[in-house]
């Protein structure tokens, strides 16, 4: 059975930096594009960033230049450095692993931006 386990959230003052993790596990098949979500309160689910097998990312316009992925494809994790962090990053995040046609997603971890 196919586990998304995501870690490193937390809560962090403004112009911080945080580093969330997210291991996959359990499949009996190669995994394609890993990637970050975030969902505010209120708010719908948005994508953070995603990284394909072959390293190629992607990133939304309000993390570009301040978020990087990153992928360690013998570990199936993937990695989220968070710099320069603004209050309105506060959100839960969560991972997602798309394996054949299916995408599975782990629990969230909150990340909260505050002085």
């Known amino acids: 059975q196919v586990q998304v386990v995501e870690s490193g959230g937390g809560l962090v003052q403004p112009g911080g930096s945080l580093r969330l993790s997210c291991a996959a596990s359990?499949?009996?098949?190669?995994?394609?594009?890993m990637g970050w979500y975030r969902q505010a309160p209120g708010k719908q689910r948005e994508l953070v960033a995603h990284?394909?097998?072959?390293?190629?990312?992607n990133y939304s316009d309000s993390v570009k230049g301040r978020f990087t992925i990153s992928r360690d494809n013998a570990k199936n994790t993937i990695y989220l450095q968070m710099n320069s962090l603004k209050p309105e990053d506060t959100a839960v995040y969560y991972c997602?692993?798309?394996?054949?046609?299916?995408?599975?997603w782990g629990q969230g971890t909150q990340v909260t931006v505050s002085s």
């Open positions: 997602s692993a798309r394996i054949r046609w299916y995408t599975y």
């Open positions: 359990g499949s009996d098949f190669s995994i394609n594009t």
């Open positions: 990284i394909t097998s072959s390293g190629v990312t």
